[in-house]
C-alpha cells in the first residue's frame, strides 16, 4: 500500500461513503482551484516583473539621455565663458547650473532604478567623472573672473574637456551595460517562464495523478469491504458459521458486515446447539459416541508435558436387557441415569466421558502413571455399582471395566476407544470385573476374522460335522438323549474346536447360519433313527442369543420337523442362561412359540447368568443343566454340595429335570446322585462322538 493509500484507508474506516465520496470530490475541486489560483499568482508575478524592468529601462534610458543633453549644453555654455563680453558670461552661469541641476536630477533618478552592486559600481565611476568635470569647471570659471583667459582657454581645452570627455563615455559605457542588463533579466525572465510553464505542467499532472490515486483509494474502500462481504456471504452460505467479515470501517458497509456477522453468530449458535442436542444422549445428558471421541481428542491433545499418559475405561451396566424384559424400560433408563449420574459426579471437569450405546459408557482420563489405571477402575467401580429402589423393588446394578492405555495402545481416542470395547468383551466373557487390553489378542482377532470368510464356505462345502455327547438317567441308568456339538474341518487348519469360531460367529451373526445347519442335521438325525427302527432318544441343540430374538425361528423349525416328519418332543433347544440375561428384546415370546410346536426347552450353564428366581419361573423350560463349575470337585467342598443340592431342589420344585454337566470322576457322580439330579453328562459317561462313533458307543453301552 502507497503512502497515500494508508491515510486514504484511515480515513475510509472512520467516514461515511456518502461524507467519503463528498471529500473526494472537494478534494478535487481544490485541487483544480488551487492550481487555477497558482497559475494566476505566478503570471501575475512574471508580468510585473516584466513592467519593472520594461519601466526600469526606460528610466535608465530617459536619464541617460538626459544626462548626455545636459553635458552637451553645459560643454556650449563652457565655450560662452570664454568670451569677453561680461554680459554673455554673466547669462550663461544660470544657464550652466540649470544644466548642471538637471544633470543631477537625472543622476539621482538613475541611482534610485539601479540595484546595488556592480551596476551602482558603474554608477559611482560615473559620479567620479562628474565630480572631475565639475571640479576642472570651477577652476576654469575662476580663472574667467579673474580674466585670465588664456590660462582658462587652456585649462578648459585640456583638463575640462577631457574630465567631459571622461564623463560622457563613462555615461555611454553605464547605458551598454544597462542594457545588457536589461537584456540579462528579460533573458531570465523568459527562463523562468519556462520553469513555470514546466512546473505548472507538473502540478497538472501531480493533480491528475493525485485525482486519480484518490478516485482508486475511494473506490477501493468501497469495493474491497463488498468482495470481502461478498466472500464472507458465500463461506456462511456453505456452514462456515465461525467465519467473521473484516470491518475495519464505520461507515454503511461496515455496518453491513457486522450485521453479516451478527447473523452468522446466531446461526451458528443455533446450528451448534442443534449439533450439541444430536451429539447429547436425551436420557441422561451424557456426549453421545461422536461426540466423546472429539471431548477425548481434544484433551489428549491439551494435556501438559507432565500428563503424557491417559486410561480410557469402557464401562458396560450387566443385565440391563434382563431388567427391561422383566420390570419394563423405566426400571432400565432408571438404572442407566442411576449410573451416568456416577459417572458425570465422578469424572466432571476432569475427564471426558460419554454413554456410547444401551448400557454401555466410557470416561477417558489422564493419569500420572499408568499404574493408576488399576485404581481408577476399582473407583469408577465402586462409584457406579449401586442399589436403586424402582417402585418398591431394590435393584442391584453391576458394570464390566475394560481398560485401554494411551498412548501405548492407541494414538487416538477412537481407536483407544475400540481397544478398550474389546477388553470390556473380554471382561464379559471371561466373568471379570475389569479386564486390560493385551495387544497379543490382536492375533488370534485377526485369525477369527480370517475364518469369519471362511465360515460361509464351511457351511456350503459341508465342513462343519455333528458330534454327540450322551446324557443318562441316573434313576432308570438309560441314555435318554444327547447334546448336539458342532466343530468344524477346516481343509487347511484342520480340526477347530468351537472356541475358535463359535464367540466371533454369534459377534458377527453368522451363529444363525450355523444354527440352522445344526437344527437340520440334528432332525436328520433323528429321522435316520426312527427309520432304523431305534429306540426313541432325544438330541439337544445350543441356540444363541441372536435365535431366541428371532421371531421366524418357530415357524421355520416347525417346518422342518414336518418335513422330515420328526417327532418335537424329541428335539431339545438349549440356551445358556447369560444367553437369556442378555437378550435385547423379550425371549419369552420366542420361547413360548417354540414351546407351543411341541419342542423341549432347557436352560444351559445354570448358575453363571445370575438370573432370579423371579424371572426363571416366567420361562417355559424343561429342563436345568448346572453348570460344570457347580459340579467340579463337589466331593471334596460340603458348602458346594449343600449349594448343588439346594440348585436341584429349586429346579425340581418349579417341575424341571436337573441334569449336572461336567462329570468326570465317580466321586463327583455319587455326590450328583445323592443331591438327586435326574441326568448326568460329562466325561465320566462319554466324550463327543461323530454320528457313527456315537450310534457304535450305543451299540456297545446296550
Not at 474 to 490: D, M, N, S
Amino acid at each position: 500500500m502507497s503512502s497515500l493509500d494508508r491515510p486514504l484507508s484511515r480515513l475510509s474506516r472512520r467516514l461515511r461513503i456518502r461524507t467519503r465520496l463528498g471529500l473526494a470530490f472537494g478534494l478535487l475541486l481544490l485541487l483544480l482551484m488551487g492550481l487555477a489560483a497558482l497559475s494566476v499568482y505566478r503570471l501575475t508575478g512574471l508580468s510585473d516583473a516584466l513592467n519593472r524592468i520594461v519601466d526600469d529601462q526606460a528610466v535608465i534610458r530617459d536619464s541617460v539621455n538626459e544626462i548626455n543633453r545636459n553635458a552637451e549644453a553645459v560643454a556650449r555654455k563652457l565655450l560662452v565663458l570664454m568670451s569677453p563680453d561680461a554680459e554673455l558670461r554673466v547669462s550663461a552661469y544660470p544657464e550652466i547650473a540649470s544644466a548642471n541641476n538637471r544633470l543631477d536630477d537625472a543622476m539621482q533618478r538613475l541611482a534610485m532604478v539601479l540595484p546595488l552592486g556592480p551596476r551602482t559600481d558603474r554608477l559611482s565611476e560615473v559620479r567620479l567623472r562628474l565630480a572631475d568635470y565639475r571640479a576642472s569647471y570651477v577652476d576654469v570659471r575662476n580663472l574667467i573672473e579673474r580674466d585670465d583667459f588664456q590660462a582658462a582657454r587652456a585649462l578648459l581645452g585640456s583638463d575640462t574637456e577631457s574630465a567631459l570627455s571622461l564623463f560622457v563615455s563613462a555615461i555611454h559605457q553605464l547605458a551598454a551595460s544597462e542594457e545588457r542588463a536589461g537584456t540579462a533579466q528579460a533573458r531570465e525572465l523568459r527562463d523562468q517562464i519556462d520553469v513555470d510553464r514546466t512546473g505548472v505542467l507538473a502540478l497538472c499532472i501531480g493533480a491528475l495523478v493525485a485525482g486519480a490515486l484518490l478516485a482508486v483509494g475511494v473506490t477501493r474502500s468501497i469495493v474491497i469491504p463488498l468482495k470481502r462481504a461478498e466472500d464472507g456471504a458465500e463461506l456462511i452460505a456453505q456452514g462456515q458459521y465461525g467465519h467473521r467479515i473484516e470491518v475495519d470501517s464505520a461507515d454503511e458497509l461496515g455496518h453491513m458486515a457486522a450485521a453479516m456477522n451478527t447473523m452468522a453468530a446466531a446461526v451458528g449458535e443455533r446450528e451448534a446447539e442443534l449439533r450439541r442436542l444430536a451429539d447429547i444422549d436425551l436420557l441422561t445428558g451424557l456426549p453421545q459416541r461422536a461426540r466423546f471421541i472429539a471431548d477425548g481428542d481434544r484433551l489428549l491433545a491439551n494435556l501438559p508435558e507432565r500428563e503424557q499418559l491417559a486410561v480410557l475405561i469402557c464401562i458396560d451396566v450387566d443385565r440391563l436387557k434382563a431388567v427391561n424384559s422383566v420390570l419394563g424400560f423405566d426400571a432400565g433408563d432408571a438404572l442407566l441415569r442411576g449410573a451416568a449420574a456416577k459417572l458425570e459426579g465422578l469424572f466432571e471437569g476432569v475427564a471426558a466421558y460419554g454413554r456410547l450405546a444401551g448400557g454401555t459408557f466410557a470416561a477417558l482420563a489422564p493419569v500420572a502413571r499408568l499404574d493408576h489405571a488399576n485404581a481408577l477402575a476399582a473407583q469408577l467401580r465402586e462409584e457406579v455399582e449401586h442399589k436403586l429402589s424402582w417402585q418398591g423393588q431394590s435393584l442391584d446394578l453391576s458394570v464390566s471395566l475394560g481398560v485401554a492405555h494411551w498412548p501405548e495402545h492407541a494414538a487416538d481416542t477412537e481407536a483407544l476407544l475400540r481397544r478398550a470395547e474389546q477388553a470390556m468383551f473380554e471382561a464379559k466373557r471371561l466373568r471379570q470385573d475389569v479386564a486390560v487390553f493385551n495387544p497379543s489378542a490382536e492375533a488370534s482377532r485377526a485369525l477369527h476374522l480370517s475364518l469369519l470368510s471362511d465360515l460361509a464356505t464351511a457351511i456350503q462345502q459341508d465342513q462343519l460335522r455333528q458330534f454327540l455327547q450322551p446324557k443318562r438317567c441316573l434313576k432308570t441308568g438309560r441314555i435318554t438323549g444327547a447334546e448336539a456339538l458342532v466343530r468344524w474341518q477346516h481343509p487347511q487348519r484342520g480340526w477347530l474346536p468351537p472356541g475358535d469360531f463359535i464367540p466371533f460367529a454369534e459377534r458377527s451373526g453368522r451363529i444363525r447360519q450355523i444354527t440352522d445347519w445344526m437344527l437340520a442335521r440334528a432332525v436328520r438325525t433323528l429321522a435316520a433313527w426312527e427309520a432304523e427302527g431305534r429306540e426313541p432318544m432325544s438330541i439337544a441343540v445350543n441356540i444363541s442369543t441372536l435365535d431366541i430374538q428371532d421371531q421366524t425361528l418357530p415357524a421355520r423349525l416347525a417346518a422342518l420337523l414336518a418335513e422330515y416328519r420328526v417327532d418335537p418332543g424329541q428335539l431339545q433347544l438349549e440356551v445358556t442362561e447369560t444367553g437369556l440375561m442378555s437378550s435385547g428384546t423379550d425371549p419369552i415370546a420366542v420361547l413360548n412359540a417354540l414351546k407351543a410346536w411341541g419342542v423341549s426347552l432347557a436352560i444351559d450353564d445354570f448358575g453363571t447368568g445370575q438370573s432370579s428366581l423371579a424371572y426363571l419361573q416366567h420361562l417355559p423350560v424343561d429342563e436345568l443343566k448346572i453348570d460344570r463349575s457347580f459340579v467340579q470337585d463337589v466331593d471334596g467342598d460340603p458348602r458346594r454340595q449343600a449349594l448343588l443340592k439346594s440348585i436341584v431342589g429349586v429346579g425340581q420344585g418349579l417341575g424341571l429335570k436337573v441334569t449336572a454337566e461336567g462329570v468326570e470322576n465317580a466321586a463327583e457322580l455319587d455326590c450328583i446322585t445323592a443331591c438327586g439330579c435326574d441326568l448326568i453328562q460329562g466325561y465320566l459317561l462319554a466324550r463327543p462322538m461323530d454320528l457313527p462313533d456315537f450310534e457304535a458307543w450305543l451299540g456297545r453301552t446296550g
